[in-house]
């Protein structure tokens, strides 16, 4: 018999090393993408960063931001190539467990309508919805609303 390695994944912060990769990969993903600046700004400000390695690929990548009880997931992207494998929910999960770790009671996101798969992948970590933001994001044609979510989490409770 012969065993089949399955590729090893892991988790670490993103370092400006990485931005090439990061901003590849939200190209790729988004028709309107955040630049490499945008990026960089939030290394800088100290935003949780976080990036997901499979093997030495960058696989995804997703930033918080953390305050005042509360975290806010900014961007959460997983590249097309490793998606369908489960990688978005075990970011998600990180980025959850840095939001206790880091003292907020609650955590927001916002998602669009258009990405029915995203907001099922919330929801099952249990974000509920709670408002919209109008012409939030840029559209091909046009803008399109935001769906707020927000998931309410114990500061002492880090797993599920």
């Not at 090393?17 to 190209?27: C, F, I, P, T």
């Not at 806010?72 to 939001?99: E, K």
Request: net charge negative; with cysteine.
């Amino acid at each position: 018999m012969v065993a089949v390695a399955r590729p090893a994944s892991h988790m670490r912060l993103m370092r400006m090393d990485d931005l090439d990769g990061v901003a590849a990969v939200e190209q790729a993903s988004y028709d309107f993408p955040w630049t490499r600046g945008i990026f960089a700004d939030c290394l800088k400000a100290g935003h949780p960063c976080w990036v997901l390695c499979v093997d030495e690929d960058l696989a995804g990548y997703g930033i918080l931001s953390v305050g005042a009880g509360e975290a806010h997931v900014l961007n959460i992207c997983i590249a097309d190539a490793y998606r369908g494998r489960g990688l978005g929910r075990h970011l998600l999960v990180r980025l959850l467990d840095v939001s206790r770790w880091s003292g907020a009671q609650r955590v927001f996101l916002e998602v669009r309508p258009s990405n029915p798969l995203a907001k099922a992948l919330y929801e099952s970590e249990g974000f509920r919805e709670i408002g919209r933001r109008p012409r939030y994001y840029p559209a091909k044609e046009g803008r399109e609303d935001a769906i707020v979510m927000v998931l309410d989490i114990a500061a002492g409770d880090i797993e599920k």
